[in-house]
Nanobody, 128 residues
Framework: EVQLVESGGGLVQAGGSLRLSCAAS????????IGWFRQAPGKEREGVSC????????YYADSVKGRFIISSDNAKNTVYLQMNSLKPEDTAVYYC????????????WGLGPEYDYWGQGTQVTVSS
């Protein structure tokens, strides 16, 4: 059974930092990508960042470039999202998701329907 468990969300003041974790287990993709997505109330889900297992390539939404850093610890099967200089507009439920590497391209990393499995989400709230 594939499981993705997010943690690390919470309430933080603008300008602060949080580190989200995504503990992954149970999938058998030899080549995969793990993405972070977020959804704010009344808004569509959007891709935030992604890391590819094949070569470690990372991808970011323009809105978080320079502030967020995605990384992975393969020994722990965990992907992290370090979020710095947080803004109120970063408030959302953050989800991690995994997809197989077949068909993965730099142009589709942020497409939610391309991902096969999702975590339950963790709330991030940034106060002004």
């Amino acid at each position: 059974e594939v499981q993705l468990v997010e943690s690390g969300g919470g309430l933080v003041q603008a300008g602060g930092s949080l580190r989200l974790s995504c503990a992954a287990s149970g999938f058998t993709f030899d080549d995969y990508a793990i993405g972070w997505f977020r959804q704010a109330p009344g808004k569509e889900r959007e891709g935030v960042s992604c890391i590819s297992s094949s070569d470690g390539s990372t991808y970011y939404a323009d809105s978080v470039k320079g502030r967020f850093i995605i990384s992975s610890d393969n020994a722990k099967n965990t992907v992290y999202l370090q979020m710095n200089s947080l803004k109120p507009e970063d408030t959302a439920v953050y989800y991690c998701a995994v997809r197989g590497g077949w068909g993965f391209e730099s142009t589709n990393w942020g497409l939610g329907p391309e991902y096969d499995y999702w975590g339950q989400g963790t709330q991030v709230t940034v106060s002004s």
